[in-house]
């Protein structure tokens, strides 16, 4: 879990330093014509997916603590491609792009999901242990 953790983190730092960097260069190679006439809102893109890393790699410390952070970071990639399909079956994207939806959220999706299944066990084991320590000490004061 810390692992995948922190190359989420590794991996969105990266692609939203690239985004930054040079916001044009994904559009060229997609082929986009005319390019986006505002670069500058590729480069928030870019800062937000920037922002993310920075989380998960908080997450990778403790997931289980962290988890609202793998739950929101989960949700972006949820709710990525979904705009992206609106995005391509109204023709205002290439297909192609959809290579990005693949690394930036799909496969994020059943480590992330795995992650959040095993804190909310470990949670539910620990609230379990917490009532059973409960009823031994009241017990023990009858």
């Not at 922190?6 to 985004?19: F, M, P, R, V």
């Not at 890393?53 to 952070?69: D, K, L, Q, T």
Request: proline letters at 6%; hydrophobic letters at 50%; one cysteine or more.
């Amino acid at each position: 879990m810390q692992r995948t953790l922190w190359l989420a983190a590794i991996y969105n730092l990266a692609w939203g330093t690239a985004a930054i960097l040079s916001p044009l260069t994904l559009f060229r190679w997609c082929g986009f014509e005319p390019l986006p006439n505002y670069p500058e809102l590729w480069q928030c893109i870019g800062m937000i997916v920037g922002v993310y890393g920075v989380g998960y790699g908080i997450a990778a410390a403790n997931p289980f603590r962290h988890w609202p952070i793998v739950f929101v970071g989960l949700l972006g990639k949820i709710l990525g491609p979904i705009g992206f399909i609106g995005a391509v079956t109204s023709g205002r994207f290439p297909k192609l792009m959809g290579w990005t939806i693949v690394t930036n959220d799909l496969i994020w999706w059943l480590p992330f999901g795995i992650i959040l299944w095993r804190g909310f066990q470990a949670r539910q084991a620990k609230s379990q242990s917490a009532i059973e320590r409960q009823k031994q000490d009241d017990v023990l004061q009858k």
